[in-house]
């Protein structure tokens, strides 16, 4: 009879978990985790973490203390998991024309990792309550849990910390500017002539002080390029070095400024994309928390 | 993005008296000429093309 309790609640954990991990799973537009080989192997591991995360409640209610000792060996292997995703999109950034940039790579990986513990966390819970209060605080707690698992999911927009507008591109002799902000020296008129063209500018305002060493981090701009790019679309290819992307910063009040090459030229498309590109955990910083001392 | 190495991998100019050194040097008559020679360079060599003065463009490799 016990052990049928414990069965109950390690299945309603795994069940729980793996919902989570589902719920937090979502290829979007960046079509990343690739569908549907990424999502399989995904899936999988939220499996194994939510049988680790609900298997060890009875484990320990049981006394088998030990056997607490194999969550470090699940620690290990969602290690591993963040080690593969760095890799691999490490690998497959090279073969792009805009490439994502090492801290959005790491920012990506990092999530996959902790999304795993999240569904150990779920899964535990869960196990919990169907022991100590049957399937009903079971079912409560899983709900809970799920939602609280689709809450952790998404992290901030670009466009809750700065204002984004559209710029005047202008060159002046090669020297290409944005408003007033250098971008580079464009020597070739043909190149000149398609920036003219095609070319979209953009002005990133940080909205204080903690948002303008956000968005002066290099990685952080190189992801605002790399998602407009994969959403735009990118007027560029190999052996055209002039048509890049690129971002420059005005080292006086920290507004950025964007030279972006869309496939089709759509300011207000620009600036939608823009506003949601994620802001990368690594970039954050908070000046404005040292406070008086 | 990074630490990125740049390289002049060809200079263009009008103006043999101004340029010299280890990056190889080609000359142009006019300014038509520069153009299509730098156009032609930027392409081959995967290079950014540059000017520095009316006279003289680089091709440079960034990252």
């Known amino acids: 009879m016990k052990l049928e309790l414990y069965t109950q609640a390690v299945i309603a954990g795994l069940v729980v978990g793996f919902l989570a991990r589902l719920r937090m799973l979502r290829t979007d537009y960046r079509q990343y985790p690739t569908y549907p080989h990424g999502q399989v192997i995904h899936l999988s591991l939220g499996m194994i973490a939510a049988a680790l995360g609900s298997v060890a409640v009875p484990a320990l209610l049981d006394r088998n203390y030990t056997a607490v000792t194999f969550l470090t060996l699940a620690a290990q292997q969602f290690r591993e998991v963040r080690n593969m995703e760095r890799e691999t999109l490490s690998k497959l950034d090279q073969m792009e024309l805009v490439p994502r940039g090492s801290s959005y790579i790491e920012g990506i990986a990092m999530v996959f990792e902790g999304r795993n513990y999240i569904v150990i966390f779920a899964a535990f819970v869960t196990s919990l309550a169907v022991i100590l209060g049957g399937w009903i605080s079971g079912l409560l707690a899983g709900a809970v849990m799920i939602w609280l698992s689709g809450r952790l999911r998404s992290g901030k927009y670009l466009g809750e910390i700065a204002d984004i507008s559209e710029g005047v591109l202008r060159l002046e002799g090669p020297n290409l500017y944005v408003d007033d902000i250098y971008l580079m020296n464009v020597g070739l008129l043909d190149d000149q002539e398609r920036i003219r063209r095609h070319g979209l500018g953009i002005i990133i305002k940080p909205r204080d002080k903690d948002s303008r060493v956000t968005i002066s981090n290099i990685g952080q701009r190189q992801a605002i390029l790399h998602d407009v790019s994969a959403i735009m679309g990118v007027y560029r290819d190999t052996g055209e070095p002039a048509l890049v992307p690129i971002s420059k910063r005005d080292v006086q009040d920290g507004r950025l400024g964007l030279l972006i090459l869309p496939q089709t030229r759509d300011a207000q498309m620009a600036i939608e994309v823009i506003k949601r590109v994620p802001v990368l955990e690594s970039a954050v910083r908070m000046p404005t928390e040292i406070g008086e001392n | ?63």
């Open chain 2, 1 to 63: 993005m990074g630490t990125i190495e740049k390289a002049i991998l060809a200079v263009v100019t009008r103006d043999m008296e101004r340029v010299a050194g280890g990056a190889p040097i080609f000359y142009a008559e006019t300014e038509r000429e520069m153009e299509h020679l730098a156009f032609t360079l930027e392409k081959i060599l995967d290079g950014m093309a540059h000017r520095l003065d009316p006279v003289t463009m680089i091709i440079v490799r960034h990252a």
